[in-house]
């Protein structure tokens, strides 16, 4: 029997509602393979229990999870009772940062029954591999002088470590999928890291022969994820620009209640954590509307990471079904429950 150890936070909000969904189908998953057991520990980490506590978890709270195989984390924010840098800051940044969880990964892929706003169906299965750690999103930088003579310089930082690795996992990625790795550029116009990004992207590309490549502007690219979505396999690309292409991913799939994310750890130390795109969507919470597909399609991906491929591949067809099957929440275009939903997809899967 293998036993996988999960350190679940739904934390705030719908979080609450579809993680308990997405657990449920995992204990179906489990059943259905016969020698997977999943054990969880829940941890009520959330913005109520800031309002408890003082903080969005305890001092040791890295240390219960540093024991689990993954982390399978709801959502977290609540700006009526925690201001989002604090809740955000106190808990997802702290664990993404201190477990380092350099790589963020996050499929754009057309679901079967799913219309997407790009009309007619495209059949794009795009991963996008963003870099999680540097790059952009540096506090290095200051304003100096004032008034009209104010100047402002905001530095990224682009380390030869934090570029390779994430290009490599782009690469050990496509050669499980399409063999196709597509990186972000801009070096006509910013012309100290963006030629560095291409200059690694070439040295990585060179060890992996079997893989086609190529380089586009992230402009040009924004515009390719409308335009012809299927011809992209995993886009990798720096964090601000890895970051503006997730949300595209995430609208052209149709709605923000389906799409998933993986937060990696490479070295093995700490583990990854896995989430949905969306929030905690307090406009909806409570009225068991919320979309429960974000977060299973999320257990698929940690079941991926965790070497269960099979089962992750029986899951998201289970969830294609269900969506092809017509029972859907509002946010696609359905009028079913949050849990009609997850009976469905449950359904399916027994029928597997
Ligand atoms: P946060 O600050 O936590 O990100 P937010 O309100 O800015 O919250 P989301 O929570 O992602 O962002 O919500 C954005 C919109 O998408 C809201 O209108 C919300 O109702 C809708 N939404 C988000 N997740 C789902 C879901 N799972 N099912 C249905 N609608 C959703
Ligand atoms: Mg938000």
Do not use: C
């Not at 579809?18 to 941890?43: C, M, N, Q």
């Not at 290095?140 to 008034?147: A, F, K, L, P, T």
């Not at 905001?154 to 990186?183: C, D, M, P, W």
């Amino acid at each position: 029997m293998k036993q996988i150890k999960l350190a679940v936070i739904a934390g705030d909000g719908i979080g609450k509602e579809v993680v308990p969904e997405a657990l449920r189908v995992l204990d179906v998953v489990a059943e259905i393979h016969g020698g997977l057991k999943f054990s969880s520990t829940y941890h009520p980490w959330s913005s109520e229990y800031y309002v408890q506590h003082g903080e969005m978890m305890p001092k040791d709270g890295l240390s219960h999870l540093t024991q689990s195989d993954a982390i399978f984390l709801g959502a977290v924010g609540d700006s009526s009772l925690v201001a989002d840098h604090i809740s955000l800051g106190g808990l997802l940044l702290k664990i993404r940062r201190e477990f380092e969880q350099v790589i963020n990964i996050r499929p754009a892929k057309q679901l079967k029954g799913i219309v997407s706003p790009l009309g007619n169906p495209q059949n794009f299965d795009i991963m996008i591999v963003r870099e999680n750690s540097e790059g952009e999103y540096s506090s290095i930088g200051g304003r100096v002088h004032s008034g009209e003579d104010e100047i402002v310089i905001q530095n990224a930082v682009f380390t030869k470590k934090g570029v390779s690795r994430v290009i490599n996992y782009a690469f050990e990625l496509a050669q499980k999928r399409s063999s196709h790795v597509t990186s972000a550029t801009k070096s006509n116009g910013i012309v100290h890291s963006m030629p560095f990004w291409d200059e690694v992207f070439k040295e990585v590309a060179g060890n992996y022969g079997d893989v086609q490549t190529n380089s586009e502007h992230i402009d040009a690219l924004s515009a390719f994820f409308i335009t012809k979505p299927q011809t992209l396999d995993v886009v990798v690309a720096s964090n601000l620009f890895g970051d503006i292409l997730s949300d595209i991913g995430a609208a052209i799939m149709g709605s923000i209640g389906i799409a998933p994310s993986g937060n990696i750890n490479l070295n093995g130390k700490y583990p990854s954590m896995f989430e949905p795109v969306h929030g905690s969507a307090p406009d909806i919470f409570g009225k068991g509307i919320a979309n429960p597909v974000g977060q299973i399609w999320t257990a698929k991906m940690m079941l991926d990471h965790l070497g269960e491929h099979e089962m992750g591949r029986i899951l998201l067809d289970a969830i294609e079904e269900s969506m092809q099957s017509g029972i859907k929440t509002a946010d696609i275009g359905g009028n079913s429950s949050t849990s009609e939903v997850t009976d469905e997809i449950i359904h399916k899967l027994r029928n597997k």
